[in-house]
C-alpha cells in the first residue's frame, strides 16, 4: 500500500536554529514528491516537486532533497515567520492524478 | 504559480440545510479538480476527483447524495453539502492541475479552503 510518513510531528526552534523535517514514502513507483507549506486556516501552498532521487531545488530559507526512500526539508537560519505546517505529498505511477498527503510536521519557530 | 480560488472562506449554516461550495481556476482550464476534507491537525483526505463534464469520481467511504460535485466548465467546480450535520463539519479544500505547460505531470495547486460549520 502506498504511503507517506513524516516526522517529527511538532518541531519548535529558536530562530536561526537550522533543522531537517524528514518524508518516508512506501510506492510502487514514484512519479513525483511534492512539498507544501500550509498556514492555519489556509490551503496548501507548492514549495517544491523533486522527481528522482538525488534531486535537490531550494528556494529561499529551504533546501528539499529526495533519495529512494525519503526527502528531506532543510531550513537554514529559520526565521518566525517561516512558522507552519509543512506537508509532504507523494503521487506514484500507479495513480494517473491522486496524490498521497502525509500528515504533516508543524514548525514553530521562536523569536 | 497557477491560481485556484475557493469561495467562501467559512460559512455557518443549520443542520439540515445544503452549502455550495466553489472552487475556480483564474488563470487556466482545469479539466480535472480535487476536492478534499481536513480535520484539525490531520492531513488532507482527498474526497472526490471532479471531472469537466462527466460524473465524479468518489473515494472509499464518501457518500455521493451527500457530496454533490458538479464540473460544469473547464474553470469551475462546486461541492454541495446536502442535509448538512454537525459531523460535517470541516475544512474543505480543492485543488487543479494547469496542463497548460504541456508536462505530462504538474504539481497541484490549492484553493484557499473553506471552513464549513454546521450548528
Known amino acids: 500500500e502506498d504511503q507517506v510518513t513524516q516526522s517529527p510531528e511538532a518541531l519548535r526552534l529558536q530562530e536561526g536554529e537550522s533543522s531537517s523535517l524528514n518524508c518516508s514514502y512506501t510506492v510502487s513507483g514514484l512519479r513525483g514528491l511534492f512539498w507544501y507549506r500550509q498556514d492555519p486556516g489556509k490551503g496548501p501552498e507548492f514549495l517544491f516537486t523533486l522527481y528522482s532521487a538525488g534531486e535537490e531545488k531550494e528556494k529561499e530559507r529551504l533546501k528539499a532533497t529526495l533519495t529512494k526512500k525519503e526527502s528531506f526539508l532543510h531550513i537554514t537560519a529559520p526565521k518566525p515567520e517561516d512558522s507552519a505546517t509543512y506537508l509532504c505529498?507523494?503521487?506514484?505511477?500507479?495513480?494517473?492524478?491522486?496524490?498521497?498527503f502525509g500528515s504533516g510536521t508543524r514548525l514553530s519557530i521562536r523569536p | 504559480g497557477a491560481v485556484v480560488s475557493q469561495h467562501p472562506s467559512w460559512v455557518i449554516c443549520k443542520s439540515g440545510t445544503s452549502v455550495k461550495i466553489e472552487c475556480r481556476s483564474l488563470?487556466?482550464?482545469?479539466?480535472?479538480m480535487f476536492w478534499y476534507r481536513q480535520f484539525p491537525k490531520q492531513s488532507l483526505m482527498l474526497m472526490a476527483t471532479?471531472?469537466?463534464?462527466?460524473?465524479?469520481?468518489?473515494e472509499q467511504g464518501v457518500e455521493k447524495d451527500k457530496f454533490l460535485i458538479n464540473h460544469a466548465s473547464l474553470t469551475l467546480s462546486t461541492l454541495t453539502v446536502t442535509s448538512a450535520h454537525p459531523e460535517d463539519s470541516s475544512f474543505y479544500i480543492c485543488s487543479a492541475r494547469d496542463p497548460s505547460s504541456g508536462a505530462s505531470f504538474t504539481e497541484a495547486f490549492f484553493g484557499q479552503g473553506t471552513r464549513l460549520t454546521v450548528v
Open positions: 488563470d487556466f482550464q482545469a479539466t480535472t
Open positions: 471532479s471531472n469537466e463534464g462527466s460524473k465524479a469520481t468518489y
Open positions: 505529498a507523494v503521487q506514484p505511477y500507479s495513480s494517473a492524478s491522486k496524490i498521497i
